[in-house]
Structure formats: C-alpha cells, structure tokens
C-alpha cells in the first residue's frame, strides 16, 4: 500500500549550509568518487542557479500529479522537492500553483523526472526546477504513489532527506550519512583547485602541474613537427 | 495539385485580443478539455515570449522552403506562420531575410516543425520562432505544396485560420469554432487560479483547498511517522 | 601510435580577421556551396556568441580528457580547440581549469563532439563551447590519443587549421585551401543580402524579388479563392 | 464529451480486397502522391507481414488503456484497431487477452502510437502490431476517449472506415473517399515496375530506362576517370 | 573502494524453478504490483527467449569492462549477469569470449545497460543478451568497480541475488525477499488469465467479463449511431 | 561541381576474398586499432548477415535519390554502395527496383546513412541493407552530387575503393591502403581468439588466462565475503 512518511532525517544545518555556499555539482560529484549524478538530460528551466537541500521524494503515476500535492504538505523549509514516475511518460505536472505553495513552504526547489509548465512565470518567480522537457500537457488526480520512501530518479537513488545539490550543471545526490564527509573533500578540492586556477591563468600548463610529461612519453606519445617534414 | 487559399476565415478581433493579453499555453490547453497541444519538442529560440494569432498553414518537402515564400505574400498583420514538412527533415528552412519579409506585414511569430537559422538576428529582431532545432543547411526551392489547407504539424491537426497560442511552454492550437467560448473558459479559469494563488501564497495547502484528504484515505494512502519507529 | 603534430598552418591573419568580422555560419555555409555543417545537436553554452579560428584537433578515448590536458600546449591565441571521441560517450571532459589555461593562452573557444560541465563558470568568464550536453560526469586520464590530426568531429571531417566559424546557430568548417576564396563569396553574399534586406523591409515581397511567379505557375501551382466558393 | 460511434462507413468490399493482395506501403504512399504514411518509428513486433483493412480509431490517456476494451466491441471482421494517445507515455498497452478478444472478431491488426506487451504470445499467435515501442508496463482503466472520432496517429490524421495498409516498411492511411482511385493507381505502378523490375534484372540501368542522362548533364554533371591521373 | 562480494543469497531452488517456468516479464511485474521493470529500450538480441534467475550485479567504467572478467568468476550455474555503467557510454562491452565462459558456468544470459557485439554468434550459441544497443566498439581494462553491491541499471535497483526475469518484452527484478509471495500470485494470475482467455477466444467482451459497463456509463461515455445521423 | 569518378583502386582480389571469409566487423576493427566504425545506429534489414568488399561512395540530397541512380553504373561485381546524405532527412532512398539493378551487377549490398524501403522484398531477394531506419518515404530526382568522392557516412571517413566489411555487429572501414596488413592482424587475433574459446569453454578464467589477479589487486580491488558477515 502507498505510504507517506512523515518524519525523515536531514542532515545537520551546518552541513547544509556547507554545501549551500556554492559547491558546484561538478565538484560534489568528483568529491563523493564520482557517483550521484542523475541523467544529463535534466535541465534547471532558468541559469544561473544554484540550490542545495535535503530530499523529500515523491512517486507519481504516469500523466497523474496528484501525489504532489500530498508531499507539498511533508516539506519544510530548505528542502527539495524530488518527483520520480512509476512509468515513464510526457506531461506538465507542475506548475505555478503548486510552485506558490511550495515557495510558501520555503522549499528550494523542485526535480522532476518529466515534463513542467508555467515556465515563464516559474522563472519570474525565481522558483527553480529541473525537468526532463516543458510541456504544457495537463494531468489527472486519480492514483496514489509513496512519499519518503526510496526512489530512482533519472537513474540515481535517491533516499528521503538524502542532500541534493543542483546547478547549471545538473543534479547530484549525496547520502545524508555521506554528506559530512563529502563536504570536508569538497572544501579540500575547492581549496585546491583555487591553487591550480592561479597557475593555470598565470600561463603554466596543466601538463607541467600534474607532471603528466612522462607518463605521457611512458605510454609511447610522439610529437613531431609536422605530418610531411621537408 | 498543390493549391493556394488565398481568404481564410479569421477568429474575430475581439476574440484574437483577448488571448493576446497573455493567456498561455497551459490555460487555454486545460480550458479546452486538454487537447491542442503541439509536441514539446517544438521550443521558443527566445524566452520569455507569448503570442496568439489566427494560422497561415503552410506545408514543405523535405530540404525546399519554396512554400514559405508562397505562404509570406498570404500573411496578413497579426497571423502566425505554421509550416509542416512532408517528410522530417532537419534544416534550417527560415532565417532573418523570411522574417524582415514577414515582419514588414505584421506577423507576430512561426511555428515550424523543422530547424531555423540565424536566431541571433531573428532574437536581436524580436521575431519569435517555435522550432524542432536550430540549424543552419540551407534549402533549396524546387518542390510544391500547399498553403493554407489543413496540416498535421508536431502532432496536431491545424486548419487555416485556427487560432495559434505560443509562450515559453510551447505551442497550443484552438479551432476557429472553438476560439470565442474556449476565452471564455479561459478566463474563468484565471479568476479562479487567482484566487487559489492567493490562499496558496498564504500557506493553505491544496489538501485542502481542493479537500482531497477524504479521497486519498477512502482509496487507502497511509501516514507513518517513519519507517523505523523506536 | 598517437602522435602530436606541433606545427600546423593556419589561414593568413588577413583572411581571419574577415571571418571574425560578424560572418555568421548560415552564411559561410551557403558561400562554400552548402557544406561543412557539424551536427545540429552541437550548441553553444550561452548565446549570442560568434567566434571564428583554426582549429587545433585532438582525439579523446571514451570518459578520458587526457589528450585535451595535451592539446593545449598546442594552442595559440586565436586558435579554436575541436575535440572529438573515439567512441562516443557522454561525460564532462571540460571544465572551467581548463578554460582557465586556454583564456590565458589566447583560444576562442572549444567546440566538443560530448560534454562539459562547470558552464555557469565558463559563460561568466566568457569562454564559450559547443558541446553535445552539459553534464558533470568526471573522466579519467589514462588513454591517449592524436593531437593535430584530421578527425571526424560531429560529423564533419575537420583537418588542424581549418577555419572553423561558430555562432548561435551551430559550427561550420572551412578548409584552409578554400578560405580565402570563400571569405568573398561570403562578403558578396553578404552586400547582396543587404539589399535584398531592404527591399523585404520596404514590403516588397521575395516571390517578386526572385521572379518566381512564372516558375510556381509552369510547376502547376494554383491559386483559388477559398475551398468552398459560393 | 466522449463518444463511440458505432456505424462507421467503409471501403468497399472489392476496393479491400484489391489492397489485401499484398499492395506493399510503399507503393501506395506513392500511388496517392507520397502522403499518408504513419511515423517512421512504429514497427511490426514481427515480419514478414502485410495486412489491409477500415481502421476503427481509439484514443486513450496516457498509462490508461480503458477505451481499447470499449473500441474492441465497435471491430468488425477485416477491420484494423488504431490507437492515438492524448498525451506520450510509455507503457505496454495492449497484450495477449486484448489480442484473443480482436481474433475472436476477425480483426486483421493494431496500429498504436505507444507499447505493446506479450510480443512473444501474439507472435505465435500470428495477430500483427505496428507499436513505437515493446514494454511490459502495465495500464489503468480510469479515464474516458472517443472511439471511432477522428485521430491524429503518429502524424497522421485518421478517420474511422479510413484504409489501412500496414507491413515490414510501416503503416500507411488512405482516407475512404480516395481508396477506389487510389487503388486503381497502385494496380497501375505495380503492372510498370514489374516491367522496369525485368529490365533492371537484365542488366539495363535506370540511367537508360528513365532517360535521365541527358537531365544530369543539363544540370551539370562531369564525369571524370580519376582525380589524380597519371 | 571497489569491493567483489563472494557470497550472495539467492532465492530458493523450487523458487526459482516457478519463475523459469515460463513466467513472462508482464505477469511478473503485474504480480509485484507494477514495479520492477528496466527501461524499455532494454532488448533481447534475438527472439523468442525466457530466462528467469538471480542476479550477479557489476558496475563498470565507461568503454572499460574489467569487472565484467571479474564479476564471471562470482556467477554459479542458473545465474544471471547484470551489468550497469558508472557514465552512460556506447560500446561493445560483451562478445562471444565473454559468453562462452559465462555458458561453461551454466548462466544463463546477460542484461547490460550498454551496447554487445558478436551477435550473431552468440545468438548461434544460444546465449541471450538484453542490451541497450549492438555495437562493435572494443573496450579496455583499466578501472575498477564493484561486483555484487547493489546497481542501478536501465532505472531500477538491483541488489545481487535478486531475481531477474527477462524475455521479448524486456526486463523485470524481484527482490530475493519478495520472490516468493510474487511466485504465488503469478500463478494465481496466470489460472485467471487462462479462464478469461478462453471467454475472450469465446467471442465474449471485456466490458462484460470484467462489468465494465455501469461504470462506463457512470463517468459519462455516450454511445451513438454516427456523427451525421439522417 | 558534382562529380562522378568512374575509375577507382579497388583492394586486391586475395584480400577481398580474406575479409569474405567470414571476418566479423568485430575483429575488423579491433585489428586496425579499434577505428573505422560507423555510427551503431545502422542497422542491417535482416540477420545473420555477413559481407565485405569495395566501397563505392555517393552522396544525395535530402529527400533526393537521384544520385544513387547515378552511382549504380559505377559498381562492379563484388562492391558495396554507400550513401551518405548531405543533410539528415529521414526516407526510403532505395527500394527493390535499385536492388534488383545492384543484384545484376553482383553488387554485394548497400550502406545508408538513411531509410530504405521494400524491406520484405529486399530480404527475399537476399540483398542486405544496414540503414537508419526502414521507412516508405519517396523521394525525388532534382539534385546532383559526387560520386565516388570522400565523404563521411554514419561518422566515419570512407575513401572510394576503401574495404567495407558489414555483418549483425554493424559497419567498418578499413582504407585500402591497410587493407591488406589489417587481414594479416585479423587472422593472427582470430587464431588466438580461437585458443582462448578452447581455454574458456573448458572452464578456464580469463581473469588467469590474462593474468589479471595481480594487477588487479595492485590497483586495490578487494574481495570479501559478505557486506554484513556474522
């Protein structure tokens, strides 16, 4: 039977806010080992934009939005709302009304496996989404679906209260155990790359700073001067 | 043998200024039992942009835009050019000299499903565009086809004269019979939105506004605390 | 065994610096007798963008950016970075260290047959790429591949220092024998579309502009009233 | 409101019979001006296979397979089912106890612009689908459609009694009015290319037999030995 | 760290035995509640097939299928192998070698979220694959993975020892935990569809069998003779 | 200009007949260091199919035959034709009657980056067709292109004279240039691939039979029993 839990975790505030400073998504993936991301073609309606927040996680039946509105009502301010479908299907299962209540809620954001509309007034109100496509098709209120329990969404699995992060990018997950963790690399990386951004902008090579020039040569590179030397 | 129509019945002024005052796509889509809509994959080359008017429908072969120059001269101020191909083809069948054309007789927009070029200028033009891609081969004028008789474009059937609203959602088509009580429909239906946007705003939930709780718990959602309780 | 071609010749500096002028990609396409297209799924991170360049080409193993960190240090100012795969494969070979390196050696941009990620950093530095998608996807440096060699990059086969122009429309190349020769065509193209401009602002309309009413009526093309005379 | 029509009208008897001879979709595509075939992408779940026959349509909401069950009731002997969907989705449609019922009337095929599932069973059982896909995803029976109104059928408008003619090379509509001239036409185009079908296996080329070398050189042909001779 | 888990749990032997006795994909997921099903463009390399067995779960990098070699030594006779990519990637990361090692282990086929090669001799030795594309493209082996944690593949969940049930409609996972009350109500379903099928091939209606008519009515479905009556 | 070259290098008969005997494009392109394949969207029309001999290169026109009309006089017995579109544009560019012409000539099969048509008929006549998509779409005879001149087709470069090889896998070049050392690599990697099939079959792992365990380990896979062991 479909069920609605009520009560998950979220990660620590500090750690939210951590990760709210504008830790890209590109970066939180590389600094988890590479995991998390959900497919490519999830799109932000609107750029530049960057949110991070805990997930609240929804199932919804294809052409059917109904279980929307029961999670609007399970999310707090800060999280992210997480929309999956039991099948796949085309369809416009958000709009601006629901955008105005979850806005009323304090919600970051919306990720929706499927179609969104009212993107214009969406973006007027500074209410980001990711989607699949912008379609305007409507939606029926008939069957029920899960909200808190565990999802695939775009390929990733996704646990209530587990931390997405959203940008230009894409999205990313990160497990709520992990995310401690994840933002200490992240920090470490972001200070590091800082580093290698001077350099790399002052003219010194990437070849030369990861000292790839060996290896290089080690694996059999040559260079020559051009393909017919007089 | 290809045909020209060259009168066209319009929906009434009255009719074509109420959807001008920035009825989207969504709304008339819904107002009119959910039908009319245009694949999703026909997307704005600037957003925000909004626009109806009546269709000039226009059909081409695969790689040739010979018809749209026919169709240009049938083109009266305030109609929508909408062009369907005989056989998909990518390619860009318009660019910025079609549209000084049709700009010159106070066309709002087109809606093609095939490619564009040139959107830097047409955007610079404020010539708007709904387009399968955006792609710069070129095409050649050597096949007929018909203007103003009923296509199929993106998946909908469209008749000449039909009306055409478009917006950063997409593109919704109403027949000229429907037009005046689909406006109608339409605007009951934004007063209504706007009440419920306001009670939204406010922190009312949809739960209620719409007083959906007996009918999620008669076909058995269920609310937990948590999957684990202690 | 992959090799690096390190001096490669590109177009004289006279016959880039027209090409740099505003000549867009529909235009060069058509004056070098309608080919040279990439594919239409190549689009520019941010819009409006017109760059033009030789190109320095580099081959990249599936999920490995090794051979870009390469192809770098082959870069002059003005040149324009071309990347293709040797299978294809979604990933963000690209990011915004890269972009740092090649902003300081001078390219003007990268055209990608994959994806890249880091795209709100590289559209505020003002970097552009034509890429397949955006996505986060890190890769590896393990596999290498040829630097300045003739590839095959979204469809086009593109050999170093060919002239490569991109703007909001997609990406053309030019081979550098003929770049000369198509920079005029492209000029007289371009003076004789300006008139033509004028005339279709003017309400003139291309049916006559072209002389093509005799044409349409030798091919059968029929002209009627309305469907249902009375 | 939807509606089901129950007295539909249909070709007659003869004019089926002539298309049921194993008249190919190519053929007739051409014999009625190359109009009316049905989206590239649906495909027979086996081959070899030709049927012919008035179409019964249906249209169903997305995930929801109810009106098929009320559509099977309005198939008569010789008849072809068709199916348009409101909106996109993916999902299995229709599977072997919907295919028992159709046999059981004497219906000849399905066209659905979606999934079908139990591909295995309807093989063995010999009753032919075109589907965009093969998924086993379950439906609803919740939401009404008309049955036997006109459709839109991936891109092509269908009205009940319509001809049509499916087999290896996709699916083809030819409106009711037409099929009598249009089959005279086919009978025509198959006595001349079983004419040129003899020529051509005897060696002569097609340059010959349609008379074309004189047009390609008109148009500027060259023949040339090699591009570097000696 | 990349981790290989040696030993798995497996559903019982009878259970199994249930499964492999012709349960297709369909009944299964219908059976389990309509969840479970991989993405549809999941397909069989060749037709028709069944297999039913517990899955052995491997994780690889894009164009590098190291672990597969790794994972064939966990596979015990009546397996299946499941392969997911850590980046969505085109290639050939399966042939004939491959699979006459998996078949010298009695196992009993391969779902792969990627592209097979090889295929016609794999379909001679009468080893299935379900994949996502056919491709020849080689792979290396450089990067690990894991074999036996729990996957993500074609959009749903596996862990190792759940049971996979593949045949021409696609795919579809039973966790180990539910297989047997999901075995149980396959069979339930399957003596019911039995009794309906033979109403059906009876000439008997769904609307009837299933009573569909009162409700039909209910909701406002109107039956009438034709659009035009005289 | 369009051109037709009417005198090309073809390999020697020896090595046509090498690659005839049954070498996969698999082994193909791994012996020539995993190049050459063209795009996996080509697909051939039936299976099992194998072929190789010299390619003789077209390019046509969107929606535009007529040049492949032009290139039948160009082949000889034992070559394969192959087309390549100057725009994408989905069609039936060939149907039986051109492959009743090729047939005569003793033209071994077509490669077509586009759709083909009497696909039932083509498979009973026994002349494969590795396309795009199969599709009825007519077309016209208006536009000239080269014969026999480089083009890209599917992705890849293909010389007139270069060694197709095409088989359920899909399509590889090789240059006629390497022809003949890539035959030398093929049987020598067929010979050994043989000695591995015994090994594997036998029950032998490649993880030994490569040597993989070591370097495995040093690159720190681990192995362990269980994830929860008690």
Redesign the interface.
């Known amino acids: 039977?479909?069920?609605?839990?009520?009560?998950?975790e979220r990660p620590h505030k500090a750690v939210l806010a951590g990760f709210d400073a504008a830790l890209?998504?590109?970066t939180v993936?590389?600094a988890q080992g590479?995991?998390g991301?959900l497919?490519?073609y999830l799109?932000p309606i609107y750029?530049?934009i960057?949110i991070a927040g805990p997930a609240i996680t929804c199932e919804v039946?294809?052409?059917?939005n109904?279980m929307i509105?029961?999670a609007?009502?399970q999310c707090q301010s800060g999280d992210v709302l997480v929309v999956a479908l039991?099948?796949?299907?085309?369809?416009?299962y958000f709009?601006?009304?629901?955008a105005?209540?979850l806005?009323?809620?304090g919600v970051k954001g919306l990720v929706i496996d499927a179609?969104v509309?009212?993107?214009?007034?969406l973006?007027?109100m500074g209410f980001p989404v990711w989607s699949k496509?912008?379609?305007?098709?409507?939606t029926?209120?008939?069957?029920?679906g899960n909200v808190n329990?565990?999802i695939?969404c775009a390929?990733?699995?996704i646990h209530p209260g587990d931390l997405i992060v959203a940008?230009?990018?894409?999205v990313?997950v990160v497990s709520s155990a992990d995310a401690e963790s994840v933002l200490a690399s992240c920090q470490a990386r972001e200070t590091n790359?800082e580093e290698?951004?001077k350099q790399?902008?002052?003219?010194e090579?990437?070849?030369d700073i990861?000292d790839?020039r060996d290896r290089?040569k080690a694996?059999?590179?040559?260079?020559?001067?051009?393909?017919d030397p007089d």
């Not at 709009?95 to 629901?98: A, T």
């Open positions: 039977m479909p069920v609605v839990i009520s009560n998950i890209g998504v590109a993936h590389e590479r995991k991301l497919a490519s799109r750029r530049p960057h039946a294809p052409g059917d109904w509105h029961v609007v009502e039991t099948s796949e299907c085309e369809g416009g709009g601006d009304l629901l105005t209540s806005v009323a809620r179609g509309r009212d993107v214009a007034t973006t007027e496509t912008i379609f305007a098709q409507g029926v209120k008939e069957t029920l329990m565990p695939v390929g990733a699995e940008d230009d990018d894409g990313v790359e290698k951004r790399l902008a002052g003219g090579l990437s070849l990861y790839m290089l694996k059999g590179l040559k260079y020559v001067d051009s393909l």
